[in-house]
């Protein structure tokens, strides 16, 4: 995050038409297939801009979905120790997050996904690129199977997210985080390394 | 649902003033703690009017979510085989609930409960009174640990219907049925049959 802290915030109108560019891209096309050369074009900036503003095409994206925190330096620790309990640490670093101030940031972000189509779009793209394939990446599992995982484990995830922040169905929302960790850690971790049923 | 079909729909306003007060005293004091008198009194109407637009309290509840199907009537097939299986069977009827042409209402209040403060109130309440609670009254589980179980299974199935129909990620959203009820079936049945950690 160095890299960033030295960065100046530079125009306000110019950070703004950036970020409505990317998000309108990013939503439309697709984290992967958005280019920060195609996000300079629509704002009508140079591409060395939008990196002096906005650091990496990671960077830029979570600053379209106002999330402050970098899944790419939170995962590695829940993957460090290999498959084993990969599940349960997952559960346990989403709780840590989520139950933070951050958490604030990730409720807005789950709130209007649900109401509105391109941030709908954005999240799923979010979860998509920046968690979901990160966790799998990190465990020796089929390619073929990872989108099937990598969705069953959202699945559990985000209900988890609209039962404990979002609907506060007790004693969910109030549960101890290793009590989740404990009952629903498992169900992570069988999506990620169990056998899928053939289809 | 021979009553309601023998039932007259009665005068507009009557009617829409007793749901504006049910949906306010659910929202407010819960289902339990809700009487249909009390809502008369609100809707300032006489109790056996309120019964005769609408029925019973579930009735009445089910019209205030705006849910055209009843859980009492759903529910019995999936506990009628007993606890085995029970997990399969509860995502095998939910999604054939929500892929049919009722589930469009189901969409409408899932995303209308995320948005909306009282919608979400309802939901939960909805879930726990006419879903959860009757499908762990038909297992032979400890009543203590009810509200735990009920609350681990909303976390999947609201996850589900997140992935699938709001956010609509694939492979989830696109999957064959007999695909998620393989996949996630067992996590269900885990939440309402397999020992919880203790506390």
Redesign the interface.
């Known amino acids: 995050m160095a890299r960033r802290t030295g960065r100046r915030p530079g125009n306000p109108d110019t950070r703004e038409a950036i970020l409505a560019a990317a998000r309108a891209a990013f939503a439309e096309r697709g984290f992967d297939a958005t280019s920060i050369r195609a996000i300079a074009t629509a704002a009508g900036v140079d591409p060395a801009l939008v990196h002096h503003y906005f650091g990496t095409k990671e960077e830029l994206f979570r600053a379209t979905v106002a999330i402050p925190l970098d899944p790419a330096e939170l995962l590695p620790a829940v993957l460090a120790a290999g498959p084993d309990g990969a599940g349960e640490r997952l559960v346990r670093t989403f709780l840590a997050v989520w139950d933070s101030p951050a958490g604030v940031a990730a409720v807005a972000l ?2 209007s ?3 509105n189509e391109w941030t ?1 779009r954005l ?2 793209e979010f ?2 690129t920046q968690v979901l394939r990160r966790v799998l990446d990190g465990l020796d599992v089929d390619p073929t199977e990872l ?2 995982r990598g ?2 484990v ?7 997210a ?3 922040y ?7 929302a109030s ?1 101890a985080p290793e ?1 989740l960790v ?3 850690g ?2 992570v971790q ?2 990620l390394t169990a056998p ?2 053939t ?1």
Chains 1, 2 share one sequence.
Do not use: C, D
């Open positions: 789950l709130r996904a649900v109401s709908g999240l799923r979860l998509v989108p099937l969705a069953l959202g699945t559990q995830m985000i209900g988890l609209m039962m404990r979002v609907l506060r169905l007790e004693p969910v549960a009590t404990a009952t629903i498992p169900t069988r999506y899928l049923p289809p």
